[in-house]
Nanobody, 128 residues
Framework: QVRLAESGGGSVQAGGSLRLSCTASEYRGICMGWFRQVPGKDREALAAIFSNDGFPYYADSAKGRFTISQDKSKRTVYLQMNSLKPEDTAMYYC???????????????????????WGQGTQVTVAS
């Protein structure tokens, strides 16, 4: 069982920035992902990182404005979000899986169904 605790959500004006954090109970050989979900819509993949080497993956919707990073000593993955837009308003979730390969973790083939462990979510609201 991997426990995840997210933080860093909140309300911000359009154009602003937020940094989300997700601390895991274990952090070795694990794929960490960030997702978001708007009510009534599917959960959307944003970014992923493989803990052993820190290589990142970004979905098209996250490229250019979002950055995923990690601090292995703190067992924490971050999602830095810049130039936020009202359409970024959503519940943001951290997810983890120990079974995803390096290749699958960092490709668009990994879906929400491939992640075993999920955080409780943190709300991000961007005002126009």
């Amino acid at each position: 069982q991997v426990r995840l605790a997210e933080s860093g959500g909140g309300s911000v004006q359009a154009g602003g920035s937020l940094r989300l954090s997700c601390t895991a109970s274990e952090y070795r050989g694990i794929c960490m992902g960030w997702f978001r979900q708007v009510p009534g819509k599917d959960r959307e993949a944003l970014a992923a990182i493989f803990s052993n080497d820190g290589f990142p993956y970004y979905a098209d919707s996250a490229k250019g404005r979002f950055t995923i990073s990690q601090d292995k000593s703190k067992r924490t993955v971050y999602l830095q979000m810049n130039s936020l837009k009202p359409e970024d308003t959503a519940m943001y979730y951290c997810a983890a899986d120990r079974g995803l390969s390096h290749y699958d973790c960092l490709s668009d083939s990994a879906t929400i169904y491939d992640y075993t462990f999920w955080g409780q979510g943190t709300q991000v609201t961007v005002a126009s």
